[in-house]
């Protein structure tokens, strides 16, 4: 949401604060790829998700895992990133894997987007001009009615240069 305030675009999967930004601004105006959160629920019911039947599946993403394993991308220390390989295949509990395909091909949407500076440029405006519904200010102020059960205040602190016993009169 930070990024969005400043215009950036997202590419991200359907959960959390992205189905928020994504109400917001318009599934136009973001990247979405993956599976839905009723594929993931799916996924797990049948309990049948393997990560290396991705991987065997997609040369591209076998031999980047592979790289990972083998310290390709951290040569003075081999097993630095060891821990990402894993747990993308021992323990992919986000179900990583099975969102690769979608990714690249959402990726080379963004790069297809991005050379046409003109809808670049509206997405971002878009991005920036429905991000108000993030803003500290009105999050803050839910909180304090919806959770805290105070109503706001909007009194101005005194200056802080002057002494205590007068800005209390």
Same mark, same amino acid.
């Given at each position: &949401?930070?990024?969005q305030l400043n +215009?950036?675009?997202? *590419?991200?999967?359907?959960?959390?604060?992205?189905?928020? &930004?994504? @109400?917001? &601004? +318009?599934? @136009? !105006?973001?990247?979405?790829?993956? &599976?839905?959160?009723?594929?993931?629920? @799916?996924?797990?019911?049948? !309990?049948?998700?393997?990560? /290396?039947?991705?991987?065997?599946?997609?040369?591209?993403?076998?031999?980047?895992? @592979?790289?990972?394993?083998?310290g390709f991308f951290?040569?003075?220390?081999?097993?630095?990133?060891?821990?990402?390989?894993?747990?993308?295949?021992?323990?992919?509990? /986000?179900?990583?894997?099975?969102? /690769?395909?979608?990714?690249?091909?959402?990726?080379?949407?963004?790069?297809?987007?991005?050379?046409?500076?003109?809808?670049?440029?509206?997405?971002?405006?878009?991005?920036?001009?429905?991000?108000?519904?993030?803003?500290?200010?009105?999050? *803050?102020?839910? /909180?304090?009615?919806?959770?805290? +059960?105070?109503?706001?205040?909007? !009194?101005?602190?005194?200056?802080?240069?002057?002494?205590?016993?007068?800005?209390?009169?």
């Amino acid at each position: &949401m930070k990024f969005q305030l400043n +215009g950036a675009l997202t *590419i991200g999967t359907l959960d959390g604060a992205n189905v928020e &930004m994504a @109400e917001e &601004m +318009g599934r @136009e !105006n973001i990247f979405i790829f993956g &599976m839905t959160v009723q594929e993931v629920e @799916e996924l797990k019911k049948k !309990n049948n998700y393997n990560s /290396y039947d991705y991987i065997n599946a997609n040369p591209q993403l076998k031999q980047v895992v @592979e790289q990972i394993q083998n310290g390709f991308f951290s040569p003075g220390s081999p097993d630095e990133f060891k821990d990402i390989s894993d747990i993308l295949l021992k323990w992919d509990h /986000y179900f990583l894997l099975a969102d /690769y395909d979608s990714y690249i091909k959402k990726q080379e949407e963004v790069s297809q987007i991005y050379q046409n500076q003109t809808k670049w440029l509206e997405m971002a405006i878009n991005n920036i001009g429905s991000a108000g519904k993030f803003s500290s200010d009105r999050t *803050i102020i839910d /909180y304090g009615k919806d959770i805290w +059960g105070v109503k706001p205040n909007y !009194n101005k602190f005194p200056d802080p240069s002057v002494p205590r016993e007068l800005a209390l009169k």
